[in-house]
């Protein structure tokens, strides 16, 4: 399943993106130079473009969650989302059966208050059902199992005939009636390639557009269905200015494509089919693709609908890791925390990412986490889907807060023999040091020692000093220590570490970085993560080379030290419980997905060079995850990992 950017996650929020074409927001990072105008659409948009892998099959290269990929269009974010999901129930029992696990606590069952066949009763935080029984302190349940139904009004489409050619853009979008004279949905059967900009015409993709209307609350799905032939749709929802409302590349099952996005206020919205790796670049000109598109016969349903919500209250304290899984009917899960705003909105189960040592729960069809910040009421919610459905939700209190000892980040620069298969590279391998790769900064081995200070303050900065600063955890602990100024910690308990140095040839892995694994809470406290440092120091021209911002103008030490410990931070930034956010928007956080916007990541400033005075420092905070990986909702990347090294 692959709900990328708002299928529900928009539907609760109404979030909104920008698309090249138009407007973008204040201080967003610049187009990447090395994708094209359609591809740049199509990753906002939460729409992967690289070739897929055989539905369920492993597909090429690092798992792109927990990496820091040089090139975004070349990952099989889809094939990725199909794999985790076939793989995470499996190896959530594995976990539970792995020496030392944490045995679940037992399960009290909580039902749903709202009657069957209702819906409106718990369908918002503000109306969420309150189980008080549920909590981590002593004498409360840590284990509940709700369970409930939704009740989506139920539309019958109308059944109309296919639009006239062309109807590539929002312009030219065929008038669904749908809002008008009480139409609620219609259904047909058209085609992606027999428009004038099919693979028959110039080429350049076919787009077949919707218009509808719709009033405030109404649920609008967009559903297709590819019975014959080769193509492979997306489909996406648009405003009247272009923004991508809510898009959807192989949602699975008996559909190709659905999205569903909840109407925030009343207006039109436009609604697009298009063929897989064949999105327009700008949704106001059909002939703004760049051609091989898939192409075919495909029917559509376009309803607008009242949805069913529903939302359950728990008390969480400060610092409690909340995990939730849910069976059944619904197609998404959420949390939503005291503000409340949603902190992470799951329409799929990834959790075959969590370290053996996390006893969050992961054997459903959506899995979410979350390290509550604040004490109060928080909100676990589910939507989408018509019938039954089964909440797992569980509360655990961080783990070095019950052993109080010291989480260690080592710093490793001197090269190391590293077992490189648990990245997905070829087992064990001696990576080159830091010190191989001075001289293609235009440093010596005379700036190595001020380097690796340099590096190792900013690493400190973000993860220790940031976190303390924001004093939301009194007793946030972490010691941060490297190679080069002490003896080597790896392999003492509590010790977790980040490789600095060695190349994609030497490791097997194609990337920049690479976590060992995703942990909200630090369940597991001594991991590995890999900074490889061939394409960071790449010949100038490729925005991932830091090269490509050195000048004569610049402090290279400086720059290259800050730099490089972002890159650090945010590998270590995984293993503490951190997931990707957005790397396109206008919010610059540590925890960005690779791929594009390197230079956000590394903190070049207006001028554009590195290392000079307008270079801009780059924190752990508050951000949207990132669209192509499925999430939704707000990620505070520094909450996050403040709980996790708690003693």
């Known amino acids: 399943m692959r709900r990328s950017i708002a299928t529900v996650g928009a539907i609760l929020l109404g979030l909104s993106i920008v698309i090249p074409g138009a407007a973008s927001p204040s201080g967003a990072a610049p187009p990447d130079p090395g994708l094209s105008a359609a591809d740049r659409a199509s990753l906002a948009a939460g729409i992967p473009v690289a070739p897929k892998a055989a539905l369920g099959a492993k597909p090429a290269g690092p798992n792109p969650y927990l990496a820091m990929v040089p090139d975004a269009s070349r990952v099989d974010y889809s094939g990725w989302n199909h794999y985790l999901q076939r793989r995470s129930p499996a190896q959530a029992v594995a976990r539970l059966k792995a020496p030392g696990a944490v045995r679940p606590p037992t399960t009290v069952v909580v039902d749903e208050d709202e009657p069957d066949g209702t819906r409106g009763a718990n369908d918002s935080p503000a109306a969420a059902q309150r189980i008080t029984k549920f909590g981590t302190a002593p004498k409360q349940k840590p284990r509940i199992r709700i369970l409930g139904s939704l009740n989506p009004e139920q539309v019958v489409p109308d059944s109309v005939a296919a639009n006239p050619e062309d109807d590539g853009a929002i312009p030219l979008a065929g008038n669904t009636g749908i809002g008008a004279a009480g139409r609620k949905g219609i259904e047909t059967s058209a085609s992606i390639g027999d428009g004038p900009h099919g693979s028959a015409g110039t080429g350049t993709n076919d787009f077949d557009f919707y218009r509808l209307t719709s009033t405030p609350g109404k649920v609008i799905t967009v559903a297709t269905a590819t019975p014959t032939g080769d193509l492979d749709t997306v489909v996406v929802l648009f405003d009247p200015a272009g923004h991508v409302l809510a898009a959807n590349d192989d949602f699975g099952g008996s559909l190709d494509s659905r999205l569903d996005y909840k109407v925030p ?299 490089l410990g972002n890159v650090i931070s945010h590998e270590a930034g995984h293993f503490f419980g951190n997931w990707h956010t957005d790397n396109s928007d206008a919010s610059a956080n540590l925890q960005d997905a690779g791929g594009a916007n390197f230079n956000v990541l590394y903190g070049v400033g207006p001028d554009g060079v590195g290392g000079t005075a307008d270079d801009r420092d780059v924190d752990f905070g508050d951000d949207r995850f990132s669209p192509v990986e499925g999430f939704e909702g707000t990620e505070d990347t520094l909450g996050r990992v403040d709980f996790g090294v708690t003693s």
């Not at 999105?279 to 376009?302: K, R």
């Not at 939503?336 to 053996?356: K, L, W």
């Not at 001696?430 to 005379?446: V, Y």
């Not at 590096?455 to 220590?481: H, I, M, Q, S, Y």
């Open 265 to 563: 206020a009343a207006g039109t919205f436009y609604a697009m089919v298009a063929g897989y790796n064949g999105l327009p670049a700008d949704p106001f000109d059909p002939a703004s693709g760049e051609g091989g598109g898939s192409e075919g016969p495909y029917t559509v349903d376009i309803t607008a609908g009242e949805d069913d919500s529903d939302f359950f209250a728990v008390k969480l304290r400060a610092g409690d890791v909340l995990g939730a899984s849910a069976k059944g009917a619904n197609t998404y899960l959420t949390i939503f925390d005291t503000t409340p705003r949603e902190v992470h909105g799951s329409p799929q189960n990834a959790s075959f990412i969590y370290p053996m040592a996390s006893p969050l729960p992961g054997g459903g069809n959506q899995v979410t986490d979350y390290v509550a910040t604040r004490a109060g009421w928080h909100y676990v919610g589910v939507t989408g889907g018509s019938g039954g459905y089964a909440i797992t939700v569980e509360g655990y209190r961080p783990v070095l807060e019950r052993l109080r000892p010291t989480q260690t980040l080592f710093l490793d620069f001197d090269g190391a023999r590293v077992n490189t298969g648990v990245f997905g590279g070829i087992g064990n391998v001696d990576l080159s040091p830091l010190a191989a790769f001075l001289a293609k900064w235009g440093l010596t081995r005379a700036d190595e020692g001020r380097l690796i200070d340099a590096v190792t303050a900013t690493v400190t900065e973000n993860l220790r000093k940031d976190l303390t600063a924001r004093g939301l955890n009194r007793r946030f602990k972490l010691k941060v220590v490297n190679s080069r100024n002490g003896a080597d910690p790896w392999g003492q308990r509590n010790v977790s570490r980040i490789v600095v140095g060695g190349t994609i040839a030497e490791s097997g892995v194609p990337t920049i970085g690479i976590s060992q694994s995703i942990d909200p809470g630090n369940f597991e406290t001594e991991e590995t993560a890999l900074v490889l440092l061939d394409v960071l120091s790449d010949a100038a021209g490729d925005d991932a080379s830091l090269n490509t911002y050195l000048t004569p103008a610049s402090n290279r030490v400086a720059f290259v030290g800050h730099a």
